[in-house]
């Protein structure tokens, strides 16, 4: 499929087919966020409910290494310019084990993190307990593999894919060795100058860091606050990943070695993961896929231009026939976002937390 820029992004067809002032990990007042532990044969998984959920319609977000579903999309879900999106659909949050803002130190001796596998089987638990028989997946490096494994191994439950930054390759030796490194610091429980480096270069790349210095500094503090044994756990999984094993479909109606759904595939110009995310692009099928290059931007893409990943996400909710009634001037409003695109991040009020521990089996 061809390249889209943000010039073509009025063209998206998936179904063939101002500044912002949201520090990163916080949502708005008027957005209630309730946080609730889910209780899995794997551990307990934080997950924050953001919306009614009462609303037949909901998406799945995962987040990448380095970070919560806090840092992840906090900023992001409560733009202004997406509230059309959170009147029509109820989001849950998903965290790896241990990675919630604020989590305490996984057990020492006979705990096994789960693989990239089982934090895919987590989903299934996730969705059992909230009573979700579909959904549309949102996920973001590491989140976006485990969506896209869900998505092979129970085609039906997912209704479409937005990927950022996503691969569906195991981890090259260039990143195996980097990520070996850090993780000799983080089992020692420390948070090294190379390890935070490294986390910042996987999360922003090296444009974005030279040239964002607010966003550089809002998670290099974020680097700081993040439990260094439990992200080495999380990490250790995600460098020993396998490949998903998917290949372009060779006949019109092979779909066994590919994901079924609709796929939105979307990457910074300058982010440090766009060649794995081409890769994906030439392995999906075509006729369900689209590729969307973010100009001006790195890997923080719902960060530094949340405006044009938000008029693509209600583009292929379209697609997918949801969302019809968002028209031009509401498009426009988030086209707008990214003219403005964030220079600073400036602190909102404290999301609502209201705890509670349940139990699901996956």
């Not at 820029?5 to 087919?17: G, P």
């Not at 260094?228 to 479909?249: E, K, M, T």
Request: net charge neutral.
């Amino acid at each position: 499929m061809e390249k889209l820029t943000d010039v073509e992004l009025n063209d998206i067809q998936v179904d063939l087919t101002s500044r912002t002032s949201h520090r990163v990990g916080e949502t708005t007042a008027n957005q209630q966020v309730i946080e609730e532990d889910v209780e899995t044969r794997l551990g307990r998984v934080r997950v924050a409910v953001q919306g009614d959920r009462r609303k037949n319609k909901s998406i799945i977000t995962f987040h990448d290494i380095g970070q919560s579903h806090n840092t992840c999309f906090g900023s992001f879900f409560s733009l202004d310019a997406i509230q059309p999106l959170l009147s029509r659909f109820c989001i849950f949050h998903i965290n790896a084990p241990g990675q919630q803002d604020g989590a305490e130190e996984l057990p020492d001796s006979d705990y096994h993190y789960p693989t990239m596998y089982q934090l895919a089987e987590l989903i299934d638990a996730v969705l059992n307990y909230f009573n979700i028989s579909s959904f549309v997946g949102f996920g973001v490096g590491a989140g976006a593999y485990v969506l896209t494994k869900y998505a092979l191994l129970l085609p039906n439950k997912v209704d479409g894919l937005v990927l950022i930054n996503g691969t569906c390759s195991k981890s090259s030796w260039t990143e195996w060795g980097y990520q070996k490194v850090s993780n000799y610091y983080l089992s020692k429980s420390s948070m090294s100058s190379f390890t935070q480096d490294y986390m910042l270069w996987w999360l922003l790349g090296s444009a974005s860091m030279e040239r964002n210095h607010d966003l550089y500094n809002v998670y290099k503090e974020n680097t700081r606050n993040l439990n260094p044994r439990n992200l080495g756990l999380f990490c250790q999984s995600w460098i020993a990943r396998l490949d998903l094993g998917i290949s372009r479909p060779k006949l019109r109606n092979d779909r066994a070695s590919t994901v079924g759904c609709a796929v939105l595939l979307v990457v910074g110009k300058s982010s440090p993961h766009k060649d794995m995310v081409v890769d994906m692009n030439q392995r999906l099928d075509p006729a369900n896929t689209s590729y969307f290059e973010v100009s001006d931007c790195g890997g923080l893409v719902l960060q530094e231009q949340p405006g044009k990943v938000i008029e693509a996400f209600f583009l292929f909710l379209q697609g997918l026939g949801y969302m019809t009634s968002v028209g031009p001037k509401q498009l426009a409003r988030a086209r707008s976002l990214s003219a403005n695109a964030p220079e600073q991040l400036s602190p909102t009020a404290t999301p609502v937390k209201g705890v509670s521990k349940s139990e699901a089996v996956c």
